[in-house]
């Protein structure tokens, strides 16, 4: 079945690049999203990209779609501990109607 | 509005009681969904509503029942749950696809005692 993996912790340093990475099983994935979850709330959508795409950015965001490997980057630049939080990764084909699935989370800390 | 609101954000209940809990979006969204998150895991799906109809269930016990009164309102409705059932419930809506991603809500922490 479909299975979407992240690793689960990531620690940089204020200021640096934070890179978070994601693997995707599922050859139909055609839409891919990134979502912050901040302690205590719901799922915030930071980005998403279409299969068709292999970046996009939006301000500090950079995302990177290598469909060969279905892998999927997000570059958070100039990270700041308001970014501390879970990072969730989610992928929903063409055939999984309104199912999105999405990955474990990877927790990013960012030490001041 | 690009809300999506959901009460009460905590509850607390008994294995005997009845609760509901409700969300609200005005974005004009026509699909709704609930997932549940338990500590350190990713959101589960539970059921998703589609233009006010049922149209996932993800075999989910009949303890929860899903309720769309209209397009902009989702409930669940709880019944004898058990302490296992204690998690983050959080309620999302999208276009009729989901193309560019769920707005979510904050969630409302449930405690089963």
């Known amino acids: 079945g479909e299975d979407v993996e992240q690793s689960l912790f990531l620690s940089v340093r204020e200021g640096d690049s934070s890179v978070i990475n994601c693997t995707y099983t599922d050859s139909s994935s055609t839409y891919l999203y990134w979502y912050k979850q901040e302690p205590g709330a719901g799922l915030q959508l930071l980005t998403y990209i279409f299969s068709n795409m292999d970046m996009k950015q939006d301000q500090r965001l950079t995302v990177l779609l290598n469909k060969k490997d279905k892998h999927l980057s997000l570059r958070i630049a100039d990270t700041q501990t308001g970014d501390s939080a879970i990072y969730f990764c989610?992928?929903?084909?063409?055939?999984?109607?309104?199912?999105?699935?999405f990955g474990a989370g990877t927790r990013l800390f960012v030490k001041a | 509005d690009t809300e999506v609101t959901q009460t009460p954000k905590h509850l607390v209940m008994g294995m005997t009681n009845k609760k509901s809990l409700k969300c609200e979006q005005h974005m004009g969204h026509r699909a709704m969904y609930w997932y549940k998150q338990k500590a350190k895991k990713p959101p589960e799906l539970m059921f998703v509503y589609s233009y006010e109809k049922l149209s996932i269930n993800e075999s989910v016990p009949s303890r929860f029942s899903p309720e769309c009164p209209n397009s902009s309102l989702l409930n669940l409705h709880l019944h004898a749950l058990q302490p296992e059932d204690s998690a983050l419930y959080l309620c999302a809506s999208s276009p009729d696809r989901a193309d560019y991603g769920y707005t979510f809500g904050s969630g409302t922490r449930l405690t089963v005692v």
């Open positions: 989610a992928e929903r084909g063409n055939t999984g109607g309104f199912k999105t699935i």
